[in-house]
């Protein structure tokens, strides 16, 4: 199923909070190494590639700053999906 397009200002709303948990999670240096290393080409509005990388090699750590950046964003931005449900983490409830 394809996902709907999001709009341009939530997009880039998820995106500033995603990086402002990413690094407050794993601090300014130890992020821009880890970002070099997964997407070196990667830029700031590329967040998606960093996301993929991160949860391919951590899929614990990159859940949580997917979560704790669509409670920083707020309702209206879409970017925290599961993949598996399509519904935002910080929507979701546990089991």
């Not at 909070?17 to 990413?22: G, I, L, T």
């Not at 700053?65 to 707020?74: D, F, V």
């Amino acid at each position: 199923m394809r996902r709907a397009k999001k709009d341009h200002d939530t997009d880039r709303k998820f995106a500033a909070a995603y990086w402002e948990v990413y690094y407050g999670v794993l601090g300014k240096d130890t992020g821009d190494i880890i970002k070099a290393l997964i997407a070196p080409s990667a830029e700031e509005s590329d967040w998606t590639r960093i996301d993929g990388g991160l949860r391919e090699r951590f899929g614990w750590l990159a859940d949580a700053i997917r979560n704790e950046a669509g409670k920083l964003a707020g309702p209206e931005a879409d970017g925290a999906t599961d993949d598996s449900s399509r519904e935002p983490l910080h929507r979701r409830q546990r089991k």
